[in-house]
Every structure is written in structure tokens, then in C-alpha cells.
């Protein structure tokens, strides 16, 4: 099974390109960006408003070792780690490293951060850092960060194209099939890039947008790339979740010394970890669940000891706190009830240090990528950091390759197979959301796992529309990631199996043969 679609590839409208790159988040656009100024012709696929993306919803910062008191070497270190003994360490030392110079790049390119009265960089601090070194815009880091980015990029770009199949042919990649408009084409070049962000949103509450379902990930995996790691998913301890939506609240307001509280109105972290509410994201996420098991109701974060070191919430997290007034909630003085959901994939396609997936001429970056930079366990606000610093090296590393592949490249025709014994059942993508939320969420186990399969690949071979069939696919690979790791590591939790276990220290891997009987 590799196309969802029976379609003759020949027959479909089509252009040509140098690359192509799917995906107008911080780590697409920062590619793009780099690919575009030297001098090849590139095309960014989009499948919303251009600004549409995890990018613009990022609140707490870029971590960078700029502070003076900082070092690479120390931001390496907590990152190591943060991420529970999976760490790739020649990645990590590549993100802290060159981070320096990438976000120094973002700067030039247009990106404002907080500075103090002599304009130099002001730093926030998240969990599991050991100084303040995460460079910040308000609570809306991302917002200015894509506001940079698209005004810097000076290529073609393709809004409402969402990207549903690749055009492989012998493990090479020629390029993409979108839909837009209800009209299917396809799109030709000698380098592709997947930079379709993460998978998040395939889960009930979750702090992402909707365009955040894994969408890039699946389809590599359906023609044939190798992905890792993809039982690893990051929940976020502070979300606020009501009937209609769930949002995030910042680790930044931890870092400026809101503190958590049970319904007894007790600050309890102290009773699972040293770091109190700045300990790493899977420790307070679970000790969160536990209290509310031990106490019963609800969970609070209280915001007023940051006004009392004189900070203004108001002005400092604006977003954060005139979303939870247009609820009622006034963190001045209320309590705000908050609950962990799931945030960040670490997961994802496995790519080396220039961006290359197992399948030539197709490149992964971002969130839809795994560097395994993050472990088992991602630290706050390494994640633009990891966008920008392989987005660049992505773009070498299609140049490169670029180079070679353009000499025997034409747009090929490269027949789509079918599935063809869909059944006739169909299933919506709230179904998927909600067996991922139950099934594959912050702790599982064997039995929770095998109902998730279960379920997962009946849906995936369902006659159920692309989107929904597509993040069943990956559902149902992460639920097979998670059964295989029989341990509890970073922020993959078993209750079967509830320690680490020195024989899984190591990354998985998974293709489409370990799908095999199974879609
Ligand atoms: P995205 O920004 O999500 O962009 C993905 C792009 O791919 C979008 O343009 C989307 O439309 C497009 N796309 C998806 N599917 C398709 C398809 N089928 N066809 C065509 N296009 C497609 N990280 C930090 O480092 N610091 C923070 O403070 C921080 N805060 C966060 C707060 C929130 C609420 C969230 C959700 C995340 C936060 N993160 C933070 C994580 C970080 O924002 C993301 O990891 C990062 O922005 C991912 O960038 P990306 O370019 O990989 O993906
Ligand atoms: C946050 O602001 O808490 C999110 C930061 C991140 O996910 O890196």
C-alpha cells in the first residue's frame, strides 16, 4: 500500500521546479529562504494561509546559548539530559552550536526579541535549563518569527495546496501530487523538502493547530522512507483545556515563578522532583495526573507570585492572559485550572545532519523530522532552534544533491498502485483523536496498545476520506513504536512496564514492512 489515490500520474497538470518544499513553517520557510538565495528556483506548498502552523503558536522562545553566563557546551548538556539517555549527541552538539548563528541570521532577517534599555537580548527561562537563555517576543515568539520569515523569502508559494501523495519511482523522489481547488496536480523537482510540522493534533486535546496531523510523516512512511522514534510524544503539563478548544500556557510563566497547586491550594511538585515546577515536561505531566488521582478535582497554576516579583502579566504574556479573561478567568487574582495535553512530536523521519531521508531526493526537516536532537525528551524551546539550524543545513544539503540529481532528472511517470480491498465503512478524524487521546496517551500499556491497533488499522483500511486514512496510518505506527518499547522513557510512559530499562536504550525505526498484514 503506497497511494491512497488511483490516479495516472501522466495525466494530472504539472510544473517544474528545482525544489520543492511542503510545508511554510519556521523550518520550511527558513529552507526556502536559504535555497532561494542561492539562486534555485523553489516552490513552498502550503496547506492553509501561508502563516498557518505550530510556527505562529509558539509562546516561551528560542533557547540559544547567548547569555554570557551560558555556554554551547552547557546548553548541550541540558539538552542531553532533558532527553533521558536517546540524545544523538553530533546533533545536539550541531544545535547549540551553530544555534548561536542561526538566531543571530533570524535577527538579521527582520526578528525582533526583547531587548533592555541598552539593546542587548533580555532571556527568559523553561524547565530543565540550567540558566535563562531563551530569547523571547512577548508570548508570541512564533508570530514574529513566520512574520520574519515571510518577508524575507522571495520564492513561489502555493497557499490552500495541501500535499496528499509523493512521486517515487526505484527510492527516488521526483516530487509531490497536491490537491487544491478540489483539482488534484503534481509538482516536479530533483529535491523535495518535508517540513509539515508535527503530529500532535492526531490527538483529542492537543495545543496544536489543525494543520498539525502528522500529514508528511505518514505519506513518507507510506512510500517506503525510514522513521524513528515515533512512540515519543511530548505532553505539555500546562494546557488550558473548556468544551471547544484547549490552548497552551507558556512554561514561561513557570520560568517567571507562577507555581502549581492541587485543589487543596498545596504546591506539590517538590514531592516528585527537585526542580519543583521547572523539572522536565514528562515529570510534571505525570505528577500533575497523579495529584488529581491523590486529591481529587483539579490541578491549578497561580500566576500571582510572578506579579509579586513586579512583573505585569498582562504585558508580559498579553495572548496567555486575554485568552483566559475572554473565559472569565483573571489570573491576577484567580486560580487557573490546567491540565496536560499533548504538544510536540519528537518523532518523526529520519534524516542525517543535511536533511536527507532514506529515499533520494526527499529531505525531512522540523518537526516532521527526526535529528533525534531531542531524545526521548525535548527541551523547552529547542524546537525553532532545531528548525532554523537544520532548515539551513537542509538547504545545503539539497543544493548539494540538487546538483547531481538535476543531471538525469525529467518528470517521470510514475504509476500511483490502489488499495484495493478498502471496506465500505468510514470513519471521521475525531474517532482517531480520541482512540490516540485514550489508547496511546500519557500512559500506556500492552492492553491500551493492542486496543489502539486494533481499531487504528481498521480505520486505516477504511473507505474513510485521505486525511483521516493517512493519520490512522501514523497512529497506528506510533502504537506499534510504543508496544515495542517495553520501558518508560522521556515522555513515552508504560504502566506495564514502568522503568527505564538499559536494554531500549537505543532509537527505533520503522518502515512500511512493519505495516505488513496490517493496512
Ligand atoms: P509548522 O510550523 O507546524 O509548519 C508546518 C507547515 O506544514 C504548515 O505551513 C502547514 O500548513 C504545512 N502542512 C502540513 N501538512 C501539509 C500538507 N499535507 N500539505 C501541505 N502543507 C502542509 N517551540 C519552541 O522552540 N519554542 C516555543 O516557545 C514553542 N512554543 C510552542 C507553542 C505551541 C502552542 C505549539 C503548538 C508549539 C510550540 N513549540 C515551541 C514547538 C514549535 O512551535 C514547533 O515545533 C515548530 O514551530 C515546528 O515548525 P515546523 O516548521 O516544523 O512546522
Ligand atoms: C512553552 O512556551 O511552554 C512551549 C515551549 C516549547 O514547546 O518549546
Keep these: 500500500m503506497r497511494s491512497f489515490l488511483s490516479i495516472d500520474t501522466d495525466k494530472l497538470p504539472y510544473k517544474e521546479y528545482d525544489a520543492i518544499v511542503v510545508g511554510s513553517g519556521a523550518a520550511g520557510l527558513f529552507c526556502a529562504t536559504k535555497l532561494s538565495s542561492i539562486g534555485l528556483k523553489v516552490c513552498v506548498l502550503t496547506k492553509d494561509a501561508a502563516d498557518v502552523g505550530s510556527t505562529k503558536l509558539a509562546q516561551g522562545g528560542i533557547a540559544v546559548a547567548l547569555p554570557k553566563e551560558d555556554s554551547p557546551d552547557l546548553h548541550f548538556n541540558d539538552t542531553l539530559k532533558a532527553g533521558a539517555g536517546l540524545v544523538k549527541t553530533k546533533m545536539a552538539r550541531i544545535l547549540t552550536e551553530e544555534g548561536v548563528k542561526r538566531v543571530i541570521d533570524l535577527i538579521r532577517m527582520g526578528a525582533n526579541f526583547e531587548t533592555d534599555e541598552r539593546g542587548l537580548l533580555r532571556f527568559t527561562k523553561e524547565a530543565a535549563h540550567s540558566v535563562a537563555r531563551i530569547v523571547y517576543y512577548r508570548d508570541k515568539t512564533g508570530e514574529e518569527v513566520e512574520r520574519a520569515l515571510l518577508d524575507s523569502y522571495r520564492g513561489d508559494i502555493v497557499e490552500f495546496a495541501k500535499v496528499k501523495e509523493l512521486i517515487v519511482k526505484d527510492n527516488r523522489c521526483y516530487g509531490v501530487i497536491y490537491e487544491k481547488n478540489g483539482e488534484l496536480k503534481a509538482l516536479y523537482a530533483p529535491v523535495t523538502a518535508i517540513a509539515t510540522g ?78 519543583w515546577e521547572l523539572a522536565p515536561r ?69 534524516v542525517d545532519s543535511f536533511g536527507r531521508s532514506s529515499i533520494e531526493g526527499l529531505f525531512a526537516v522540523g518537526e516532521a523530522s527526526c535529528t533525534g536532537v531531542h531524545g526521548a525528551n525535548r527541551l523547552a524551546s529547542n524546537s525553532l532552534l532545531e528548525c532554523i539550524v537544520f532548515g539551513e543545513r537542509t538547504a545545503y544539503g539539497m543544493y548539494r544533491d540538487f546538483r547531481y540529481l538535476k543531471q538525469n532528472f525529467s518528470p517521470v511517470g510514475v504509476e500511483l498502485r490502489k488499495k484495493v480491498s478498502f471496506t465500505n465503512k468510514s470513519y471521521s478524524l475525531n474517532e482517531v ?41 501514523l497512529g497506528l505506527a506510533i502504537a506499534i513504536s510504543a508496544m515495542r518499547r517495553e520501558e518508560s522513557r522521556g515522555g513515552h510512559y508504560r504502566s506495564d512496564f514502568p522503568y527505564e530499562r538499559e536494554e531500549f536504550r537505543k532509537h527505533s525505526t520503522f518502515t512500511l514492512n512493519d505495516l505488513e498484514r496490517l493496512i
Design 433 to 473: 483523536k480520541r482512540i490516540m487521546w485514550e489508547n496511546v496517551g500519557i500512559v500506556r500499556s500492552a492492553e491500551s496498545l493492542t486496543k489502539a491497533i486494533d481499531k487504528l488499522s481498521e480505520i486505516a483500511n477504511s473507505n474513510s476520506d485521505w486525511q483521516v486514512r493517512n493519520s490512522a496510518v
Design 198 to 275: 508535527g503530529a500532535a493534533g492526531i490527538y483529542l486535546k492537543n495545543t496544536n493547530p489543525p494543520t498539525s496531523t502528522g500529514d508528511g510523516i505518514a505519506i513518507a512512511l507510506r512510500y517506503g522512507a525510514k522513521l524513528q522514534d515515533l512512540e515519543f510524544i511530548q505532553f505539555h503539563p500546562t494546557a488550558f483545556c473548556d468544551d471547544s478548544e484547549c490552548f497552551l500556557i507558556s512554561e514561561a510563566v513557570r520560568g517567571e515563578g507562577a507555581i502549581i497547586v492541587d485543589e487543596q491550594g498545596r504546591r506539590f511538585m517538590g514531592d516528585y522532583h527537585h526542580l
Design 282 to 350: 514528562d515529570v510534571v505531566t505525570r505528577a500533575i495526573e497523579s495529584q488529581k488521582k491523590i486529591c481529587g478535582g483539579n490541578v491549578y497554576l497561580d500566576f500571582r507570585p510572578i506579579e509579586e516579583k513586579g512583573i505585569d502579566i498582562f504585558k508580559r504574556f498579553p495572548t496567555i492572559t486575554s485568552k483566559l479573561l475572554e473565559r472569565g478567568l483573571n489570573p491576577k487574582k484567580d486560580l487557573i485550572p490546567i491540565t496536560p495535553v499533548a504538544h510536540y512530536y519528537i518523532g518523526g523521519i529520519a
